[in-house]
Structures are given as structure tokens and as C-alpha cells.
């Protein structure tokens, strides 16, 4: 898989005024005191069953002792203790890189495409300080964001599973205090120029291979069958995965002496295909013997799961998809139990799950071996809708107020989570990012369309909350496509109208029109009146972002007249606070005022579906009143919108009121009120990287002038 080259990459960030910080972790910006971020610390645990690697850690020692640009890349075949070694190092050495330490996994070799650079820039550009919406969609520009964060810093990264140097390449900082690890089952000559270090790592020898068993199984166990255990390792050929494979299976059966399992395994009939070491040995025996001694149900279980369209998996998808244990909770945590039990299953954190790499394909080979066609299609189809079940759960509770069109699963579902609040149904949107992202784009692959339609919508609460406009914008896409190709023209309007706005938000305003114009249109052609109004509207909000006023407030107040029309107040209330925020902006602050006192009416009936827009009415007023110079009602209602925005979370509009409240004391000549203000505000806008943050830093500058407002 091609990507891009070190010419490619060369350019610079336009339109960032930010600097490298003295701080770990975080970003400043020029004249701004920003609060520092955590130092990241991004390193996977170490291996439990770590052995030995003297020879491989000594020679890291040397490398990193040498300094400069440190690249080493550790090269071997899968399975071969790269990762464990790496962070083996890692991890005995953080002291030596204070400003912290950057993990990714590439995912060279899987079943899944190599991991874009640009993702994992994007990770690392957050791990360090940079809020989603200020950060590039170029790779250009990301790379010269992250050299600019990087430079002279002590860091650690570590760059697992790499598939070729071109995806290495945009990874590397910017400094001759760092370190870069990288792991691969390539040799990555076409690092040498940018100064790396080839290290092979290859199986473990005889000694250290049985050792890695005693770890396993238990010293006395392995001494009293000594020799077996040798030919054990042997027959595992030192490969480090293949051997806890063997262990796992020997602590789960404590009679089974080791001398059995040798005889059992001289057999290579059903040795996992392209996978053997140079001597012809081979890692499928290890994984079937373990998978034989599973029970049906934990059998099933295992290959059903390598079917997984992401990378980790929760305990409620196990459930999902755990066919005859459906519902049975208990039975499927002793089946999972097994699959640990055995090392087939890898937990990465409570009730999180994951495959190795080699694992996830014999599983997958065995589900094609054993399972219909229709059977894996029905697993594949019972994981997505699972996704689609939980996210519309979370959905419901965010956003409850939304249009949705309704779905028919092929079957009842058990798993799914149910969702006590806004913050768990968040959290879980967050932590379930990639696996829905993922979901979306297997059902589109898979030509589910409705199905993929679905994931795209139900992505929206998460999409309203983090503002990260590189997945908007894919999610939208993907949902206009899948709109097309399911033949549901009210569908593609409701994508089109969301992917206009994504498209204004990253400055595409062209684009933005399109669609604007295009979603119209379809809710036209849908004989939808509310959607044709809704789509109208956000045309008005690009009119006004775009300097057109005139046109947006004739669009506002046609869209307002026909909204009172029809049943839905909520949008009703939304008309009057967009009309009376542009009012307010245009210099009519005593025209905006009866809309806004109309929206506070509104909301006020709706703050338990809608408590975000109903302290946006608040700010929105204290903006009229000031206007108006009625100081004391526009002090009252900012702070009870810094009040309530503060609760929810939403930190960009929290700066907002703050700053009418260092307006207010700057018009009645309390400085120091008004510097605290602007201050705060500042601080929070620094630490959001927003484009308002010059126009605070502005009037600090006046006050500190004598300047009045």
C-alpha cells in the first residue's frame, strides 16, 4: 500500500499561531498562559512472560548511548517477540525521556488496511495538546505541526507493526533528544537515509525458550520433564507466541504432561499454511491443540469473533454474538474465560478484548472451515447491527430531540448496553470511535446499505460533542453514499445537509454550498417540508459565516415564518436564537431581543432533551443586552450560561459568556473585572486552539492601552 514520500511530505502549517511549550504534553500559544496537558505516557503494558533478550536490549542500550536522530527498527516474522521486546526497553528506560512517550500500532500486517499515517498523526497531534478542529487535514501540514511540537523534546515512540517506510517516515519527530522504535516483519531499508538502525530479532534460543515455559507453567513442572520440554521448545521453533500458546494449553490441563503434548504435536498435517519457520516448523498445530481443547461453545466463540470488523472488542459484542450462550451472560464469561485461559484471547483492559494477529487468522481460517458462508455473514451482520443497537441507545439519550428513520434488525439482540446519562452514552461513543467507524465501512463493503446509512446517523451526538472534522467528514460521505446506493432520497438529504456543514467547519465553502443546495433539493424530491426548512437554514448559517448577512437574515426570517407553521417548537426556538444572534452581530441588538426572549421561553420547557441550546439562548441574550446597555441583565444571564455550560462540559461556548462578562466590566470601567474575564476566556480558547482566542487577546491588549470598549 503506497504512501507518501519525503518530498511529498515537506511543507509547512499555515494559519497556526502556535509554538512548542517548555511544558510536557501541551501546546502554548503566543501570549497566553496555557494550562500544561499530561505528559503522554501511551506505552502498552510490558509482557508478563518477558524472558531474557540480553544480546537485543544490550544493543538498544548502545544505540540510544550513541545519540542523535535514534531510529531503531526491530526486524523479524510475526510472532517473534518484536512488540514485548520493544516495550520490554520502553519501559526500563522512561526516566531517560521526561517529555513522555507516543504509541501506536500500525497495523502492517492484518486483515485490515495499514494504518494511514495520517491517523496516527492525528493521535499523536492530540496526545500532545492540538484540539481536534485545529489540526490539519493535510499530511503536509500535519507533519510540519508535529516536527514544530517535537522539536528538541525527549520522547520515546514507538511505532508498532510498521508495513513500509513511507508510513514510518511522517512519524518521526523532530529531534535529536528522541527516540524512535519501530517494529516490523519488513526490513525497512528505505529508513537507512533518514539515519535507522536495522536490529533482527529472531526466536528465542533453546535455553530462553524453555524458561519462557517455566514462566507459563511453573519452574518444578517443566525440570521434572526436561528433555520433553526441550523438544517442546523446539517444536515451537523459539517463536515466543507459538510458545505461550503451548504453555497456556499445559496450565490449563495440569495432568497433561508435556511429554504427550510432544507426541502430539510431531504432526504437521494441520500446521497453520504460510506461517512456518525456516525449519518447517509451524504455529497452526500450536493454535489448533489449544482450540481443540475448547469446549463447542468457547469453539464457536473463537471463530465467530475473529470476524470482528475492528481491531478490540467489550464483553457486550461477545454477548451479541455468542449464539446458543445469547442472553447467558455467565456462560459466555466462562467461554471467554477458556479463550484467556488457553492465550487465544488477549485482554487489554477490563472486559476488552483482542486477537494477536496470527490467532485472529487461524481463527478466521476455521470459521471458513467449519462455518457456512450464510453463518459467517450472519455473525459479520449480528456484530454490526450490534453497533448500530448500542449507538442508537447512546443517541437516544444525548440527542433525544432528533429526526430518525427506524430500522428493523434481522434478530433480537441481547448485550447492547442501556445508558444511565449524557456522559456514559458519550464516553461510550468515544471509547467505541474506531469499532463504529470500522462498522460503518464493512456494512457499505459487505452492500448493506440501509445498515451503513444507519451508522453513519447514529455517529452524530459524538460528532456534536468532539468536533473532530476528519471522521465528520468520512461518516458523512460514507452516509450520502450509502444513502445513493439504498435508493432513500430522504436519507441522502439528511447526509447532504450534514455533510454541507462539515464542509463549512474546514473552510470548504464551495462544497459546502453544493450540498447545501443539493440536501434542498432532495427534501423536495422526499416531499419533506421540515427537511427543505432545516436544509434552508443551515444555508443561512454559510451565508452568515461567509460575510453575506443580508441574504442569511432574509433566508432566517423566511425559514423562522414558515417553522411557526408547522408543530415543531424546538425549531421554532432555534429560528429566533439564530435570527436574534445575527440581529445582535448586525448592530440590531433591540430587534434581536424579542426573538431571544421567545427562544428562552421555548427552551426553558426543554432543558431536559435540550440543555446545550438552552444555555445557548442564555449567552445569546447577554449579548442583546449588552448591546442594548442594559449591563446588569446581560451580567445576569451570562452568568447563568458560564453556570450551566460548565456543567455540560462545553467549554467553547463557556469562553463565550465569560467574554460578555469581561465586556460588561469593561464598560463599567472595572478593569481588573474585566482583565479576569479575558483572561479566563483567553485560557480556555488557548487550550481549545479557537480562532476567537486573537480577538480576546486583542481587547486584553486595549485594556492594558487604557483603550474602552
Known amino acids: 500500500m503506497p504512501f507518501g514520500t519525503s518530498n511529498e511530505l515537506s511543507g509547512s502549517v499555515t494559519g497556526l499561531s502556535v509554538q512548542a511549550g517548555a511544558i510536557h504534553g501541551g501546546v502554548h500559544f503566543t501570549g497566553v498562559a496555557a494550562e500544561p496537558l499530561p505528559t503522554p505516557r501511551q506505552l502498552p503494558a510490558p509482557s508478563p512472560h518477558f524472558t531474557d533478550r540480553s544480546r537485543e536490549m544490550s544493543e538498544l542500550d548502545d544505540l540510544f548511548a550513541e545519540g542523535g536522530n535514534v ?111 519501530v517494529t516490523s516483519r519488513r526490513r525497512l531499508t528505505g529508513l537507512i537515509p533518514e539515519g535507522a538502525r536495522l536490529l533482527d530479532v529472531g526466536p528465542l534460543p533453546a535455553r530462553q525458550a524453555v524458561a519462557l515455559l517455566g514462566r507459563m507453567v511453573g519452574r518444578e513442572r517443566i525440570v521434572s520433564e526436561s528433555e520433553p520440554a526441550e523438544e517442546l521448545a523446539g517444536i515451537c521453533g523459539g517463536l515466543p507466541i507459538a510458545l505461550l500458546v503451548a504453555a497456556g494449553r499445559l496450565a490449563s490441563r495440569p495432568k497433561l504432561t508435556v511429554r504427550r503434548m510432544v507426541a ?33 461453545g468457547a469453539a464457536a466463540l473463537y471463530r465467530r469473533l475473529a470476524l470482528h470488523p475492528g481491531t478490540e472488542f467489550g464483553l457486550d459484542l461477545v454477548v451479541a454474538v455468542a449464539g446458543p450462550d445469547r442472553g447467558q451472560r455467565a456462560r459466555v ?43 459467517r455473514q450472519a455473525t459479520v ?118 455533510l454541507s456543514r462539515a464542509c463549512s467547519r474546514v473552510g470548504d465553502q464551495g462544497a459546502a454550498e453544493r450540498h447545501g443546495l443539493a440536501a434542498v433539493d432532495r427534501y423536495r424530491q422526499a416531499g419533506d417540508v421540515q427537511g427543505v426548512i432545516d436544509a434552508e437554514e443551515g444555508l443561512a448559517t454559510l451565508y452568515a459565516d461567509t460575510s453575506r448577512e443580508e441574504l442569511a437574515a432574509e433566508v432566517y426570517a423566511r425559514v423562522l415564518a414558515e417553522r411557526r407553521a408547522l ?34 421561553k421555548i427552551f426553558a420547557e426543554l432543558t431536559e432533551i435540550d440543555p446545550y441550546n438552552t444555555a445557548r439562548v442564555l449567552v445569546a441574550l447577554a449579548g442583546a443586552h449588552l448591546g442594548t446597555g442594559d449591563l446588569d441583565a446581560a451580567e445576569e444571564s451570562a452568568d447563568a450560561a458560564v453556570f450551566r455550560l460548565a456543567e455540560l462540559g462545553a ?48 481587547r486584553l491588549d486595549e485594556l492594558a492601552g487604557g483603550v474602552g470598549e
Not at 357 to 373: F, M
Not at 413 to 438: C, H, K, Q, V, Y
Not at 582 to 593: C, E, I, N, Q
Open 71 to 181: 531510529v531503531a527498527v526491530l526486524c523479524g516474522q510475526g510472532g517473534v517477540g518484536k512488540s514485548a521486546l520493544a516495550r520490554q526497553w520502553a519501559h526500563g528506560r522512561q526516566a531517560r525521556f521526561p517529555d513522555g512517550q507516543l504509541y501506536v500500532g500500525l497495523r502492517g500486517f492484518s486483515d485490515d488496511q495499514p494504518l494511514d499515517p495520517g491517523v496516527a498523526l492525528t493521535a499523536f497531534l492530540r496526545a500532545l495538546g492540538v484540539a481536534p478542529e485545529r489540526i490539519p487535514l493535510d499530511l503536509a501540514e500535519q507533519v510540519a505541526l508535529y516536527r514544530t511540537l517535537t522539536v528538541n523534546r525527549a520522547l520515546l515512540v514507538l511505532l508498532d507493526d510498521a508495513f513500509s517506510a513511507g508510513q514510518v517516515r511522517p512519524l518521526l519527530p523532530a529531534s535529536t533528544s528522541a527516540m524512535v522504535m
Open 381 to 498: 451482520r449480528a456484530m454490526l447491527e450490534f453497533y448500530l443497537a448500542a449507538a442508537r441507545r447512546a443517541d437516544l439519550v444525548v440527542t433525544p430531540y432528533r429526526r430518525r428513520l427506524p430500522y428493523v434488525y434481522l434478530q433480537p439482540l441481547d448485550g447492547p448496553p442501556e445508558f444511565t446519562d449524557r456522559a456514559a452514552a458519550l464516553g461510550w461513543l468515544e471509547r467505541e470511535r474506531i469499532n463504529l467507524m470500522e462498522a460503518g465501512r464493512t456494512a457499505l463493503r459487505l452492500d448493506y446499505h440501509e445498515l451503513a446509512w444507519q451508522l453513519s446517523d447514529v455517529m452524530w451526538p459524538l460528532l456534536l460533542y468532539v468536533k473532530n472534522y476528519r471522521d465528520r467528514l468520512e461518516i458523512d460521505e460514507r452516509g450520502v453514499q450509502a444513502a445513493r446506493a439504498w435508493g432513500n432520497v430522504w436519507a441522502e438529504a439528511d447526509m447532504l445537509k450534514r
Open 567 to 600: 408543530p415543531d417548537v424546538r425549531s421554532v426556538g432555534l429560528s429566533c436564537l439564530n435570527l436574534g444572534t445575527l440581529r445582535t452581530r448586525t448592530g440590531r441588538p433591540h430587534d434581536a431581543l424579542p426573538l431571544l426572549v421567545e427562544a428562552r
Open 333 to 375: 464469561g466462562a467461554a471467554v474465560g477458556e479463550l484467556l485461559n488457553v492465550s487465544l484471547l488477549e485482554e487489554v483492559s477490563e472486559d476488552r478484548f483482542r486477537y494477536h494477529d496470527l490467532i485472529e487468522l487461524h481463527a478466521r481460517e476455521l470459521a471458513e472451515q467449519y462455518d457456512t458462508p450464510e453463518d
Open 651 to 698: 467549554d467553547n461556548e463557556r469562553a463565550e459568556a465569560v467574554c460578555l462578562l469581561g465586556r460588561v466590566a469593561q464598560r463599567r470601567g472595572d478593569v481588573d473585572a474585566a482583565r479576569r474575564h479575558f483572561r479566563e476566556a483567553a485560557d480556555i480558547f488557548a487550550a481549545l486552539d479557537s480562532p476567537r482566542l486573537p480577538d480576546v487577546l486583542r
Open 264 to 296: 502430539e504435536l510431531a504432526d504437521e498435517a494441520q500446521r497453520l499454511a504460510g506461517l512456518s519457520l525456516e525449519d518447517d516448523m509451524s504455529v497452526r498445530t500450536m493454535f489448533n491443540f489449544s482450540y481443540q481443547a475448547l469446549t463447542p
